[in-house]
């Protein structure tokens, strides 16, 4: 159903063509300003277009803090016109799997934070395993899935 490509120079622009519903702009950054961070992190980082049907319909970058060490879950967004169809949790399904493969090193942590009015996206999270852990940063509230 849902596939994570890699955003190159073919597909980049179908990222910039994402928008996200009137108001959900407070909780998630576009993907044009995620690409820029995934320039300067390049080494320790991969952004995704998130497909459905050969269309991206959303995007996610996952990132590896080395300092800590966990895998991070960055600026994941469905596009608005493709919002309610599942592809959310199909795609968090599809990055955790990506994680487990451990492409950046080793962790068995994936650290995430949520816009804490986001409540559509906290029970996402939570629905695969993710769990407040206290810390929060303004409106933001940390969520961590530890593997197994």
Sequence with gaps: MIELKPITEENFLDAFHLSLAPGQEVFVSHPIRSLAQAYVYRDQCQPFGIYASGQMVGYVMVIYDYDVPEYDIWHMMIDRDEQGRG??????????????????????????????????????????????????????????????
């Design 87 to 148: 592809y959310g949790g199909a795609a968090l399904d599809a990055v955790i799997r990506y994680i487990r493969t451990k492409p950046f090193g080793d962790s068995g942590r994936i650290a995430l934070t949520c816009h804490k009015d986001n409540h559509t996206a906290r029970k996402l999270y939570e629905s695969r395993g993710f769990a407040l852990t206290g810390n929060e940063d303004e409106d933001e509230a940390e969520l961590v899935l530890t593997l197994s």
